[in-house]
């Protein structure tokens, strides 16, 4: 049976002509149709329904719609990426709407303000009903709609009309419409919502019947879709799951860990201790740990790893540290070797900088079990690091990881344990979904104490001399204050401030401070001096580029100034403005733009409003491009079609409740033949980048 599946993915040019010409098969190429998979898979990306004309005002999110409105501005834009945009807004007396084009320039010429269109499309929502790439057609009064067929509308180029394009689609489902089996068991969805059966929502999807049978191909279709992602990232933990305990003893000392945390000059918060015993508890049931640790910038994680690191290493295992940079791994080493020592474990620390005899010495140590924690960074990873007995492996924000890094360091476990600390600013529905392969542990609370920052956006040259007489005074007052710049050299090119820039301005203003600089040029040597000398309060001000963004931990700096705020994204300036608000002190943060672009504007406001990074990682989604978030292209999540990753995030958690439960009843088999090929081919795409 599932050879005759196999064959949707037939390529079209091995089709008998009678089905499709040759010159069809090279026109339906350059949309990127190249099976009768991709073809019958070709769904509109709008409806051409004149009998259901609605008024903006009564508008509802991602429907498919027909709008009569006159244009009331046409703009010319480019945007970040360079590429141009046309943006109109757009009313019919009960509502605007915004239209947006994307790389289609041409079409600011033809429309015009005043003029009434018909825009055929799908809605979107920023604060405005959006339209991407609509369909627009001049109205002429005297068209008289009677037309009650739905028609399709395809993505589609000059090689190709909307006409030919249906025709073809109408042939290929009267022909080959039988190969696509029911891929969703009943089983799976029982006890969910009412969906169409396979072959029903492909044929309503391309020629509805009605509006409401769009909207169930579409529920349909978003199900699907989430069932091949969900069980593909799930399934191997299920088998895993099921053979996962017992797979080693441990003893259980935690005298170390007593005394540490005598050591440690705070309390843990109820938050760390929390997540805390949730490992412990898996480790003293002889689990694999495979955890992702997620916590706002400054919630301690770093405490938590330690925790476990000694705790494993008093009952006989190893652990490592890794960090995304040398400057953390140095930060970390520095942090923990004296309290470490005091207890009586052996700390080494490996980085590329570390070389010749010194490395022979540490690998050796950490070969023979000399070394009980080891503290690096990627250069944890090569070949010739081999340990004696390591049981714990913790990997510091992770975002700066590929997955592979992550288990090729795994490897090297005797026991696969691993922790992996992020502040990755994702909503929590999400990297439920994307780490789904993880189980998952939040510090949902900052240490007591933090008085929140005062951020500012400064915008004109007034505030920005108030602003560096107010910095003067707080620096003269005992202060440590960060200085970031975007680019490390003065460019012709771009009105940006450097290193360069910045600092000829800070020595002017502050000639009596002392002032360290910082950037990604200099050799890590210096980086780490430069860095120990602000922790230590030899400098007053540290001017620097984003190598301090992650993790660097100087309690004692309470001002953080950012240039060109408007060129980092929103978690971004997340990260580098925790860098402040370590200690009880009043922090600030000043935020240095003049652009005025709508994106700057929102971007920069919500980072007045708020400091709650699960906010500020919402936000962030919804103005940029799924795709740019870190991570997130990798995880398959980021071309779902049917699924906004935002606004259906509801959707998302109850289609991965389903396949929880379905392979826990099944142990982690797909049962469905038709399913679990699919699953095997969407990974096997992901896996090779396509
Ligand atoms: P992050 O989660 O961003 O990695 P860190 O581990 O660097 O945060 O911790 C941020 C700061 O808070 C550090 O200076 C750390 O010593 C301090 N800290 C951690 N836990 C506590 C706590 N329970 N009480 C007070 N301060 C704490
Ligand atoms: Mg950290």
């Excluded at 696509?180 to 009943?186: A, T």
């Amino acid at each position: 049976m599932i050879e005759a599946y196999k064959k949707m993915y037939t390529k079209l040019e091995d089709l008998p002509s009678k089905y499709i010409t040759a010159k069809q098969v090279v026109n339906l190429k350059s949309l990127g149709i190249d099976t009768i998979y991709d073809l019958i898979y070709y769904f509109p990306r709008a409806y051409d329904n004149r009998s259901n004309v609605k008024n903006i005002g009564d508008l509802t999110f991602n429907e498919y719609v027909v709008v009569k409105a006159s244009v009331m501005s046409v703009l010319n834009m480019p945007n970040r990426s360079g590429k141009k945009i046309v943006k109109a807004m757009i009313t019919d007396g009960t509502g605007i709407m915004e239209v947006l084009w994307f790389g289609m320039p041409y079409i600011s010429k033809s429309l015009k303000v005043g003029e009434e269109y018909i825009f055929i499309g799908q809605t979107k929502k920023s604060n405005l009903f959006q339209f991407i790439n609509p369909e627009y057609k001049l109205y002429k009064g005297q068209e008289k709609e009677t037309a009650k067929e739905i028609l399709p509308i395809y993505s589609s180029n000059k090689s190709i009309t909307q006409n030919n394009l249906r025709k073809i689609i109408k042939k290929f489902l009267e022909n080959f419409l039988k190969y696509f089996e029911e891929n969703i068991p009943n089983d799976l969805v029982k006890g969910y919502k009412e969906i169409f059966e396979r072959t029903q929502a492909i044929k309503n999807i391309h020629f509805p019947e009605s509006v409401q049978a769009i909207e169930a191909a579409n529920l349909r279709f978003a199900t699907e879709e989430l069932l091949i992602l969900e069980l593909g990232i799930l399934k191997n933990r299920f088998i895993v799951d099921s053979l996962n305990t017992k797979k080693y003893e441990i003893e259980g000392k935690k005298e170390k860990v007593k005394k540490f945390l005598e050591l440690l000059p705070f309390e843990l918060t109820r938050a760390q201790k929390k997540v805390i015993k949730e490992i412990y508890d898996e480790i003293s049931d002889g689990k694999i740990v495979n955890r992702l640790v997620q916590g706002d910038v400054g919630s301690g994680k770093t405490a938590v790893a330690t925790v476990m690191l000694i705790y494993m290493a008093e009952n006989g295992y190893q652990g490592a540290l890794m960090a995304p940079t040398e400057i953390l791994a140095n930060q970390h080493y520095l942090g923990m070797k004296e309290r470490l020592e005091k207890i009586g474990l052996r700390v080494g620390l490996l980085t590329s900088s570390i070389k010749g005899k010194k490395k022979t010495e540490i690998l050796e140590a950490i070969a023979n079990g000399d070394i009980d924690i080891v503290i690096g960074t990627h250069s944890l990873i090569e070949d010739n690091v081999v340990f004696k007995k390591l049981g714990l492996i913790v990997i510091d924000e992770q975002h700066r990881f590929g997955v592979n890094q992550r288990n090729k360091l795994r490897e090297k476990g005797f026991l696969g344990n691993l922790l992996v600390m992020t502040a990755t600013p994702i909503p929590r529905s999400l990297a439920l979904s994307i780490y789904g392969d993880l189980d998952l542990s939040i510090i949902d609370e900052l240490p007591p104490g933090r008085t929140p920052i005062k951020t500012k956006w400064i915008a004109n040259d007034k505030d920005l001399s108030i602003m560096y007489d107010f910095i003067y005074k707080k620096v003269n007052s005992g202060n440590q204050a960060y200085f970031v710049a975007p680019l490390i050299e003065t460019s012709d090119k771009m009105a940006l401030k450097s290193v360069d820039k910045v600092s000829e301005e800070i020595e002017r203003r502050f000639s009596d401070k002392k002032i360290g600089i910082i950037h990604g040029k200099m050799k890590a040597k210096e980086k780490d001096e430069v860095m120990l000398k602000f922790k230590n309060k030899e400098y007053d001000i540290l001017i620097a580029t984003t190598v301090i963004e992650v993790g660097i931990d100087v309690p004692a700096s309470t001002i953080m100034t950012i240039y060109n705020a408007e060129r980092f994204g929103l978690s971004a300036l997340h990260q580098l403005r925790g860098r402040v608000g370590r200690g009880s002190k009043q922090s600030y943060c000043f935020l240095i733009s003049d652009s005025t672009t709508e994106n700057s504007k929102q971007r920069l406001s919500i980072m007045e409003k708020t400091e709650d990074g699960f906010i500020i990682a919402e936000e962030d989604l919804k103005l940029r491009n799924s795709g740019e978030i870190f991570g997130l292209r990798q995880s398959g999540f980021s071309d779902l079609k049917f699924i906004d990753i935002i606004y259906d995030s509801k959707t998302i958690k109850d289609v991965r409740d389903l396949c929880i439960a379905y392979l826990k009843k099944n142990k982690g088999k797909i049962k469905n033949e038709f399913l679990k090929y699919d699953i095997e081919r969407k990974f096997s795409d992901l896996q090779s980048g396509n």
